[in-house]
């Protein structure tokens, strides 16, 4: 046999061994769950612990179905959708990139509703090494400041907030540049921020109070930006336009919005809709 | 001189052998496939648009700190990878399987295992934390964070193949050198040099490639900030989510930069093998 003609054929032995191992591994995931339906949602990085436990107490109510979650930046997960990724559900930690996905066409317009809120805090590492003691501190001189990146919600609330402490009575009207002028990095996550002010690499970051409810074992120290200043952020979702679990959807929908679903998300630090912030 | 051995990177000059068409034909689906999404990448955005792009002052600073911190990191890595490589090639380390594996170790690491190491080892609260804080360095955050992450990263490929052309010299070249009295500098320096320079230069353009193109250990250890410690793929990556013509612009720029160099080292090298 000629040497192409024997490498075509191991070629084509491969090719053939390939195809049959995609197929073990599609009948063994179906295997795995013989009747369950999957309900796939995708969930800004901030709802990570409280949508997980969302997540199984739909699976409680409803035994035939299975939830898998997606946890990103919600503007990574508008990118995704917006490219085609499959799915049932989008939670987006604010207006703007739901409105992204609505404009792929994604999400139909006027489907999405705002299901919590959430608010903005002050962390510091334990033994606080810039000796912050109240939010007006991080103007200080040789501070080290993170802030999550503009591209990100929470970034981009950081911002707002800022710029709206220049405007309040007690506040320095270079307030927001002062603070920018301390920044050493724009994290592209939230979570990254909070990672790294519980490993002391900075004096102070901003994130959502969501994020640090889920750290009262951890050694940082919170302090409360004042509500003449402090922004609300709206959480907002939908079901995605091309569901095939449309009734799915909107039982979880449904879900987050009844009193159990709100207590829940309230205990991950979230401010329940209607009530006050 | 055994010339011939002393390099391995270039291919020899093809041995007239005729393949059938077969084989063209069987390699143009890889050659497709490597080559589609840059051309896509240069095919989605105009040049117009990409000379109006680079005047934004967030991707020259990206452009430019890429540029000053690789520079620096590849120098780092020839000046300190040298004496390892020829220690190494020279069977000079007890566990020389073990000083082998470490070099490699850095290949395979995720870069996110690479950013959360470092983080460990050279953070405020690292293990050197402490120690560099009393002499007064602040890494973290700064471009110097940025310089370490590359020479973790980037630096076994310079050594990897500075070992292998210093292990391809003849061992009693440099005995009959020493013997005629040529001083251990003088021999490393006119001797193993000149016999194993094609290697240490490949080599280094890999090395400075690389480094060129790190990411992920860079945006856990080192944070993002324009101008300090935003290189080129950290733009690229938020670009792609604020603004997708800045992420276009520093991709073509840096798939511009890799492949004229790699390009260059390897026609320097495939000349010097031809003239030898």
Redesign the interface.
């Known amino acids: 046999m000629s040497v192409p003609l024997r490498c075509l054929k191991l070629l084509i032995i491969l090719v053939v061994l390939l195809g049959t191992a995609c197929g073990d591994i599609s009948d063994a995931n179906s295997v795995k769950n013989p009747r369950k339906q999957q309900l796939t949602i995708y969930a800004a990085a901030s709802l990570a612990e409280a949508f997980t436990h969302l997540g199984e107490v739909f699976e409680s109510t409803q035994p035939d179905v299975e939830v898998v979650i997606s946890f990103a930046g919600s503007q990574q997960i508008a990118q995704q959708l917006s490219q085609g990724a499959p799915g049932d559900l989008f939670a987006s930690a604010n207006e703007k990139q739901m409105n992204n996905v609505i404009s792929s066409g994604r999400v139909k317009s006027g489907a999405h509703q705002e299901f919590i809120h959430n608010q903005l805090i002050l962390i510091l590492p334990g033994d606080n090494p810039g000796q912050i003691n109240e939010f007006g501190d991080i103007t200080g001189s040789d501070l080290q400041l993170i802030l999550a990146d503009e591209a990100v919600p929470a970034g981009a609330y950081s911002l707002q907030m800022l710029e709206r402490a220049g405007q309040q009575p007690g506040f320095d009207e270079q307030f927001k540049s002062k603070v920018l002028e301390n920044v050493v990095s724009y994290e592209e996550n939230v979570r990254a921020v909070l990672t790294k002010i519980i490993l002391g690499e900075a004096d102070a970051g901003i994130v959502y109070v969501s994020d640090a409810a889920g750290t009262q074992e951890l050694d940082i120290q919170m302090i409360p930006i004042p509500d003449a200043i402090n922004i609300t952020a709206s959480y907002y979702i939908a079901p995605i336009i091309d569901s095939p679990n449309g009734q799915l959807a909107q039982d979880f929908i449904s879900l987050v919005l009844s009193p159990p679903g709100q207590d829940i998300l309230n205990e991950y630090g979230f401010v329940k809709l209607g009530q006050h912030e | 001189m055994n010339r011939g051995k002393t390099r391995q990177s270039p291919p020899a000059p093809a041995p007239q052998v005729r393949l ?1 068409g ?2 063209r034909v ?1 390699s143009l689906p890889m050659l497709i496939f490597l080559s589609l999404p840059i051309l896509a990448l240069f095919l989605r955005i105009s040049p117009a648009n990409l000379v109006e792009n680079l005047r934004q002052p967030d991707v020259l600073q990206a452009i430019g700190l890429s540029l000053g911190t690789t520079l620096i990191s590849t120098l780092i890595i020839i000046l300190a990878g040298t004496p390892l490589a020829y220690s190494h090639s020279r069977g000079q380390f007890r566990f020389n399987r073990l000083v082998d594996t470490l070099i490699d170790l850095p290949l395979v690491l995720p870069p996110a295992v690479a950013g959360v190491a470092l ?1 460990m080892a050279f ?3 690292g293990i050197l934390g402490g120690v560099l804080a009393d002499l007064g360095l602040n890494i ?2 700064t471009p110097i964070a940025v310089i370490i992450v590359q020479v973790f990263v980037a630096a076994p490929f310079y050594i990897k193949s500075a070992t292998l052309g210093f292990s391809n010299i003849d061992l009693e070249l440099e005995q009959s050198a020493a013997l005629d009295g040529a001083s251990s500098p003088q021999i490393f320096r006119f001797l193993t040099i000149p016999l194993s320079w094609s290697a240490l230069l490949g080599g280094s353009v890999m090395s400075w490639a690389r480094a060129l193109g790190e990411f992920g250990a860079t ?2 250890f080192a ?3 324009p101008g ?2 935003q290189t080129m793929p950290l733009a690229i ?2 670009g ?3 603004d997708l013509d800045i992420a276009l612009t520093l991709s073509v720029i840096l798939i511009l930069f890799s492949f004229t160099a790699l390009f260059i080292a390897k026609y320097i090298l495939n000349r010097e093998w031809m003239s030898s």
Do not use: P
């Open positions: 059938s077969l084989w069987l983080l953070g405020r609260r973290a955050f945006i856990i944070g993002n900030f300090r410690t990556y938020i792609f989510e604020l």
